[in-house]
């Protein structure tokens, strides 16, 4: 599990593919909607949708009127997987901070 997520991580750190992101839970794309929407000239969308793709973040199809045009959705189960493991670190944090409170209000 630990690989997946800093896939995820890895690929989330880039301002752009976070827009991305956000664009792609609205509604699927086509890469060209999503580079003008993202103020990117359509090779460097490429390799940003290239790297949603490697961290499974995304996924394409070929609309069957034309299998030229690539559009794009986003995958769950790598966020998922993310959204689990906060959960996990914020119950110890929350575990930690109530320790810290009890030890305190005990002094």
Request: hydrophobic share 45%; aromatic share 4%; net charge negative.
């Amino acid at each position: 599990m630990t690989a997946s997520i800093d896939r995820t991580l890895a690929a989330l750190a880039d301002p752009h593919r976070r827009r991305v992101v956000d664009l792609l839970r609205e509604r699927p794309h086509r890469a060209g909607e999503l580079a003008e929407a993202v103020g990117l000239t359509p090779p460097a969308m490429s390799r940003h949708l290239r790297a949603l793709r490697q961290a499974d973040l995304v996924e394409e199809s070929h609309p069957d009127f034309d299998a030229r045009v690539r559009v794009y959705h986003l995958r769950a189960g790598p966020m998922d997987e993310l959204k689990a493991w906060l959960e996990i670190a914020e119950t110890h944090w929350v575990d930690q901070l109530s320790a810290l409170k009890a030890h305190v209000e005990g002094s």
